[in-house]
Nanobody, 124 residues
């Protein structure tokens, strides 16, 4: 069973950058669709970016040009590089995996069967 552990969150000022990491364990490979979601207080959990096993990426309009998702399958690690952070980026960020598929089906929460515990990002 795959386990995901996020790290790298914190409190930063607007305009700064952060890099989130998600370490995967419990599986012999990481050749499946992975994604980053975020959830602000009182709001639904929404997809930020997703990446297929071959590296194809998709981004939410709100983060295009500022965030970059990447993966290092050799290290079993997923990343989210966040630049030019804005107060509206404040949320709990979750790593997720659709372990049954290499190509991502989409950004719906229900497509992903494995989740991390989340890491908080606060932008002031």
């Amino acid at each position: 069973q795959v386990q995901l552990v996020e790290s790298g969150g914190g409190s930063v000022q607007a305009g700064w950058s952060l890099r989130l990491s998600c370490a995967a364990s419990g599986y012999s490979h990481m050749n499946y669709c992975m994604a980053w979601f975020r959830q602000a207080p009182g709001k639904e959990r929404v997809v930020v970016a997703r990446i297929a096993d071959f590296g194809g990426t998709t981004y939410a309009d709100s983060v295009k040009g500022r965030f970059a998702i990447s993966r290092d399958n050799a290290k079993n690690t997923l990343y989210l590089h966040m630049n030019i952070l804005k107060p509206e980026d404040t949320a709990m960020y979750y790593c997720a995996a659709d372990t049954g598929r290499g190509v991502c089906r989409g950004g719906a929460v229900g497509f992903y069967d494995t989740w991390g515990q989340g890491t908080q990002v606060t932008v002031s």
